[in-house]
């Protein structure tokens, strides 16, 4: 089969949600949907808000010809200048629409990004534990994704980033709140991150992008501040997408935002908007432009993740499981009791609870629940997870 090389190397060592994903459904039709308690795929369980679908019906009443045709690439004017008011106000910035680009999701933003923004061996530097699809979405445009460590307790270290960079460096992806661990960065960090990008930026001669990655940007418990890059740092792009907050991953829509003080900025909006085109995305899904255009600052009411996060690290504490809390998200990252994460996540599949490992985020030594599922299925799987941290054991100081 004539399937290109790195095709085939990326199918084999192929995403761990995915993998386990698919453990799920094999294990749901061997026993039975009902006793298995699946936190493997970060997919939203709850419903849009109703205005979501009340603007869909109201767009579709008010018909108006051209509604399914195409439009520019970078998305329908009036959509990207109400997104980007709403986002001036977010980010204490001034945006003008033509700095907003509407995307497939955050994955189709990335990729259009990278395409713009990377020569052939250029690198992106990210902190472990990570999103691992930026791994593909790098290589996609002949990147290479480089890894420096979070420090414990998840925050950026920005001093490991900074001795990652080098001449080749291109951007940094940062993510939050982040995705596996729930961390949301303080506002400290991201400026001393933006001290030191300009401080590289001037000494590698090139212009180092910050790509802030949020589409978690509205899950966040108790009101914590989600800090503004682009008042830290002036090349500063922000990647989002509405499949988490609005609960409609499968529509594919999202955006992409270029701080107001970028460099270049026209050839860089131009850029996005070619390479939206020619990556084959052509423009974003026209309808759903239209209704998130309608909602913006929309979210789903996140109480249930609240009440979800409260039972997952309630149970999980009261057996013996190391964790921070998250911030944000609906992911929780604790430490695999023993150390091992593959034997710690296997042992969890043998009392049918399905979980990632923590190396399928660059993090061996952790795994990942994802806890956008029913209450009762985080009641149901707290027994197992005590019988299983009965198995192996204390768990290692520094895993
Ligand atoms: C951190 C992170 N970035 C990007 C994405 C891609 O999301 P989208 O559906 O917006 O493409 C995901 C999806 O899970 C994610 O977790």
Redesign the pocket.
């Known amino acids: 089969m004539a399937i290109a090389d790195n095709v085939r190397e990326s199918m084999k060592s192929s995403s761990w949600v995915r993998a386990m994903f698919e453990t799920g459904i094999r294990l749901k039709g061997e026993h039975g949907e009902e006793n298995v308690a699946d936190f493997s795929l970060?997919n939203p369980d709850l419903d849009p808000p109703p205005e979501f679908h009340r603007e869909i019906r109201k767009i579709i009443d008010e018909y108006v010809p051209g509604l399914h045709g195409y439009m520019p690439n970078g998305g329908y004017p009036d959509v990207r200048a109400a997104i980007a008011s709403h986002i001036s106000s977010e980010y204490g910035v001034n945006i003008p629409g033509s700095n907003v680009i509407m995307s497939c999701?955050?994955?189709?933003a990335?990729n259009v990004i990278f395409k713009s923004i990377l020569n052939p061996g250029d690198n992106v530097l990210t902190c472990t534990p990570c999103?691992m699809?930026y791994r593909a979405y790098v290589s996609n445009h002949g990147g290479v994704l480089k890894f420096a460590e979070s420090k414990d307790d998840f925050d950026l270290d920005v001093g490991g980033l900074e001795k990652a960079i080098d001449k080749r460096t291109a951007a940094v992806i940062i993510?939050m709140p982040n995705?596996p661990s729930g961390k949301l960065y303080p506002e400290s960090t991201i400026a001393e991150l933006g001290e030191m990008l300009k401080h590289k930026s001037r000494e590698t001669g090139r212009t180092i992008y910050l790509v802030s990655?949020e589409?978690y940007r509205r899950i966040v418990y108790g009101g914590k501040p989600v800090p503004s890059i682009f008042r830290f740092y002036p090349d500063s792009i922000v990647a989002s997408?509405y499949?988490k907050e609005l609960s409609i991953?499968g529509e594919?829509i999202?955006w992409m935002a270029v701080g107001p003080d970028v460099s270049e900025t026209a050839d860089l909006l131009n850029a996005l908007i070619l390479c939206t085109r020619i990556l084959g995305f052509v423009n974003a899904p026209a309808l759903m432009q239209r209704v998130v255009g309608r909602l913006p600052g929309r979210g789903v009411d996140i109480e249930p993740y609240v009440r979800r996060k409260n039972l997952i690290c309630g149970g999980l504490k009261e057996s013996g499981y190391e964790f921070t809390e998250p911030d944000g998200t609906f992911y929780l990252f604790p430490k695999a009791p023993g150390g091992d994460d593959m034997a710690f996540v296997k042992a969890l599949q043998e009392e049918l609870v399905l979980v990632v490992p923590g190396r399928g985020f660059g993090a061996p030594g952790y795994f990942r629940i994802a806890y956008c599922v029913d209450e009762e299925v985080i009641k149901r799987s707290l027994p197992a997870f005590t019988r299983v941290i009965k198995r192996f054991g204390r768990l290692p100081t520094n895993p």
């Open positions: 970060g999701g955050a994955g189709g990335l999103f699809e993510n995705n990655d589409p997408s499949s991953a594919r999202g």
